[in-house]
């Protein structure tokens, strides 16, 4: 199978605006009305990622990753629409977020998705998933492809 460029359908993008003062800035990463009902967050995290390092390629069966890229560092994210059901099956986006173009973006179950830390420091992500990380009490299975452990995936990036 080969993806062509194009946006995904039920992928959210937002521009994070922030509200800046003398005391530093302040950016909303996600407002309930804002956000598709089924896909509220019902836990968050946030990781560090080196510069050059990349996460994923993974994608969810059931689970809407809600990424926040604020910075202090750029990213480079990779998305690709593997729902054989879906209006974009097939499709693939690339776009950059962080320090200087901080976005917000909902990803939903089936979108194979990575990114990459291209900036010169550590870069911060935060998540707002709608699953609990292994269910209630870390007690079921991850919910996750994990394609980046596969030597012949089809999800490559540049």
């Not at 800046?20 to 990463?29: K, M, N, V």
């Not at 173009?101 to 998540?127: D, E, L």
């Not at 269910?135 to 394609?147: A, L, T, W, Y």
Request: charged letters at 25%; hydrophobic letters at 35%; proline letters at 6%.
């Amino acid at each position: 199978m080969s993806f062509r460029s194009g946006e995904i359908d039920g992928v959210v993008i937002r521009e994070l605006s922030r509200h800046s003062d003398d005391r530093g800035w302040l950016a909303e990463l996600f407002r309930s009305d804002e956000t598709p009902h089924e896909m509220l967050p019902v836990m968050g995290y946030v990781s560090s990622t080196e510069p050059g390092v990349v996460r994923g390629p993974h994608e969810h069966r059931e689970q809407s990753d809600h990424f926040c890229f604020v910075g202090p560092s750029t990213f480079r994210i990779y998305l690709w629409d593997n729902r054989r059901g879906s209006a974009t099956f097939g499709i693939t986006s690339v776009l950059e977020a962080g320090a200087e173009q901080p976005k917000s973006m909902i990803i939903p179950p089936g979108v194979v998705h990575a990114y990459r830390n291209i900036g010169t420091t550590a870069g911060w992500v935060f998540n707002l998933s709608n699953r609990l990380y292994a269910g209630e009490g870390r007690k079921e299975e991850v919910d996750e492809i994990r394609h980046e452990n596969d030597p012949n995936t089809m999800f490559k990036l540049d």
